[in-house]
């Protein structure tokens, strides 16, 4: 059982280039979210899915996209980086479409942009 | 708007007791979490509390206070592993988690 895991583990982008990052959990979970972490700020909510093939945007969501097109995968896509994207990005998951049961994280994604 | 306020850092001696507060503002109300992250690894989940009390989990404790907007995480018999940051989250009526900044906890031996 591996959890939940994320690919790559770091990445460093120049301005204007795009990527995904991967997300894929074992769990059979209908929750999944991508939330970003700064010095000093909280997890910040970028965007959410309750299901395969619905998905809808948190806090944060400018910037970014995201597909589900399976349960167990949530790739969340970098349209044309920008330094202020710089941040740690987890991604995590849960049994629960509310959000209210325990929240299991991956390791994160270390992303720099120069 | 919606808010969560808790101390950015303190600091604590091995095998002491430590209570870490946090006050929280959000439009609704569905249970407050704890977890801990230690450095350039992600949050565990901690404690859930949706009721008001002490819920008790081995050396860790977590209180809750509904008409107060305030909880608190109590850790017992401090150990140098218990050295990371411990992030408390509000779930809004919209079943969103918000979250505060995190407190960086220090153990000194």
């Known amino acids: 059982n591996a959890g939940v895991t994320q690919t790559p583990k770091f990445q460093v982008l120049k301005t204007g280039q795009s990527m995904t990052l991967q997300c894929a959990q074992d769990?059979?979970?209908?929750?999944m979210s991508w939330y970003r972490q700064d010095p000093g700020m909280g997890l910040r909510l970028i965007h959410y899915s309750v299901g395969a093939g619905i998905t809808d945007q948190g806090e944060v969501p400018n910037g970014y996209n995201v597909s589900r097109l399976k349960k167990q995968n949530f790739l969340l896509g970098l349209e044309s980086a920008a330094p202020s994207q710089t941040s740690v990005y987890f991604c995590?998951?849960?049994?629960?479409?509310?959000?209210?049961?325990?929240?299991?994280f991956g390791p994160g994604t270390r992303l720099t942009v120069l | 708007g919606q808010n969560i306020d808790q101390p950015t850092e303190m600091t604590a001696t091995e095998g002491a007791i430590v209570q870490i507060n946090c006050t929280y503002q959000t439009s609704g109300f569905n249970g407050l979490f704890w977890y801990q992250q230690h450095a350039g690894e992600a949050p565990t989940f901690l404690s859930y509390n949706v009721l008001d009390g002490l819920e008790e989990k081995g050396r860790f404790s977590s209180f809750l206070s509904r008409s107060k907007g305030y909880s608190y995480l109590l850790l017992k018999e401090l150990q140098m592993k218990d050295s990371a940051s411990y992030l408390c989250a509000a779930l809004d009526s919209n079943y969103q988690l918000i979250w505060g900044a995190g407190t960086k906890l220090i153990i000194k031996p």
């Open positions: 995590a998951s849960s049994y629960s479409v509310e959000g209210a049961d325990t929240q299991y």
């Open positions: 769990m059979n979970h209908e929750y």
